[in-house]
């Protein structure tokens, strides 16, 4: 791959403080389209069965428009929005790492490590976020890429901005989606640059989390209001205000005695007459028999939260079950949970190697031959810190049969079970009067703890320890998915100059980046 050239920018407007309408890079890259800017969305509608059953069947037919509405209203439901976010940022916070092509080809090694030092400025969390949130929630995702210039590393950039797809629809007589935004109608075409669009849409069928926990998210909220009306209705009790059905008052001064009762309590108030010709004013009090009816309102709540749970994360086993054989049932759900997540990182995978890194490659003078992808490793920290135990197990019983003088002659196919490639080296080096046999005879294999430190990661390493996965920030660090030795290479420059700093010697050094 070409090194990226200085670019220059030219920028067309219509009038003073409007967007660009297009970039001149240089006829080598074409031209490298501005970003969209979508129209403001204000959601205030009240929710009904009916408008709500109307924004899922619109979704069959590609209106996303009241179905984004609703996905925002859902959305402040604590238990559905609590399971959304485990779903997303399972995925998103995982360690994810930049491949070459091919490894063995310099410009493929090139554009991968060109990718791996902008990514993450390419992906905001927040908008990976919501792009991810959309495409479960709708079945669709739509962004755009705002496009700046590096201009010490002379690298154009592109960086993810999340569009709400209420502003998209289908044109089923040209077969494409159409966003409405300020520029105008504009069809949306993935992976020029301009569009970052995700998609398992299907006409005809009601589409994403959306349409099918909707039903179960309205019946909760009247559920809720329901619940809120009966304990209204059965926590206070009814306040008699008693009158004469005589007597020299009039109609206005009974009514009057009851006005002033009520303004007096926090509850219901109602006037009885007490049939009779006395001046007797009196009050009291009906204390009402609720029974155990309100049992069901909470079953029905209880009832959508495990739907919420079900859908978004495969089951509710992890978070229910505390009876005997829990630990092995909660396993078996994060398995199938895990299983979710591996799925969500393949189709996100695919979606930015090609519509994001793809155009950020060829804008930087690369050819489409060497693009690079990107891969999420979904962490297991139970799975990484059983591996790492088994490994430590399998290289201590090896010294103990060396030690107790014997050899294990299927050691590569035993290492194999454990997903450990193994390489010989000799301890002993070949001589001119050594024949070749003895040579052989005296070449054995030895797992030491360098080799350990090549092959575990630092996540599994903390993992046998008991610790949890790197992080930084509060983000686990993808540095994480390294080797032990990878990362001790990768900051021994770090290490180095902290003690150099320590013993007084420490200056600053060139090394080599910008």
Not at 49 to 57: G, I, Q
Not at 360 to 374: K, Q, V
């Amino acid at each position: 791959m070409t090194s990226p050239k200085r670019l220059t920018i030219e920028t067309t407007q219509k009038s003073p403080g409007a967007p660009p309408t297009q970039h001149k890079i240089g006829p080598s890259h074409g031209l490298l389209p501005v970003s969209i800017f979508e129209v403001p969305a204000i959601g205030t509608r009240v929710w009904n069965p009916e408008s709500v059953r109307t924004a899922v069947l619109e979704t069959a037919q590609g209106r996303m428009q009241n179905a984004g509405d609703l996905a925002r209203t859902m959305e402040t439901d604590e238990a559905y929005s609590a399971a959304m976010q485990r779903r997303v940022n399972g995925l998103i916070k995982s360690p994810y790492r930049i491949v070459p092509k091919n490894p063995d080809d310099d410009d493929c090694v090139r554009a991968a490590m060109l990718t791996e030092n902008f990514i993450d400025k390419m992906l905001p969390y927040l908008e990976l976020r919501r792009l991810v949130t959309w495409l479960h929630q709708l079945d669709v995702g739509v962004a755009t890429l705002d496009w700046t210039i590096d201009q010490d590393a002379d690298t154009w950039i592109p960086t993810l901005r999340c569009l709400n797809p209420r502003w998209i629809w289908y044109d089923i007589s040209r077969n494409v989606w159409v966003h409405t935004s300020y520029e105008g109608i504009r069809d949306i075409n993935p992976g020029d640059g301009r569009w970052v669009f995700g998609v398992d849409w299907m006409y005809g069928k009601p589409s994403g989390m959306v349409s099918a926990l909707s039903e179960v998210w309205i019946s909760k909220r009247y559920a809720f209001r329901d619940w809120n009306q009966w304990s209204d209705f059965y926590a206070w009790p009814f306040v008699k205000a008693k009158y004469p059905s005589g007597g020299s008052e009039t109609p206005e001064e009974k009514e009057a005695f009851v006005n002033d009762v009520a303004s007096m309590y926090r509850t219901k108030v109602i006037g009885v007459a007490t049939g009779d010709d006395t001046n007797t004013y009196d009050v009291d009090t009906v204390v009402m028999s609720s029974g155990d009816a309100w049992h069901g309102f909470k079953e029905r709540i209880e009832y959508v939260d495990r739907k919420y749970q079900i859908k978004w994360l495969g089951g509710n086993l992890s978070s229910e079950i505390n009876q005997v054989g829990s630990f092995a049932a909660s396993r078996t759900h994060d398995g199938v949970e895990k299983e979710l997540l591996e799925g969500d990182a393949k189709v996100l995978a695919d979606i930015i190697s090609t519509q994001i890194i793809k155009p950020f490659i060829i804008a930087n003078g690369g050819r489409e031959e060497h693009l690079p992808t990107i891969t999420w490793t979904i962490f297991d920290e139970e799975d990484a810190q059983s591996k790492a135990s088994s490994i430590a197990s399998f290289a201590k019983a090896l010294t103990d049969f060396k030690t107790a003088g014997y050899e294990v002659d299927n050691i590569k196919q035993a290492a194999e079970a454990f997903g450990l490639v193994l390489k010989k080296h000799a301890t002993v080096a070949a001589t001119p009067d050594a024949p070749e046999a003895d040579v052989e005879e005296t070449t054995h294999i030895a797992l030491t703890s360098t080799d350990i430190a090549s092959i575990i990661t630092v996540d599994e390493a903390r993992a046998s320890q008991g610790l949890g996965p790197l992080m930084t920030n509060g983000v686990r660090d993808p540095d994480g998915s390294l080797t032990v030795t990878e990362y001790k290479a990768k900051h021994s420059a770090i290490v180095a100059t902290a003690a150099d700093a320590e013993a007084g010697t420490g200056g600053k050094k060139d090394d080599g980046f910008k």
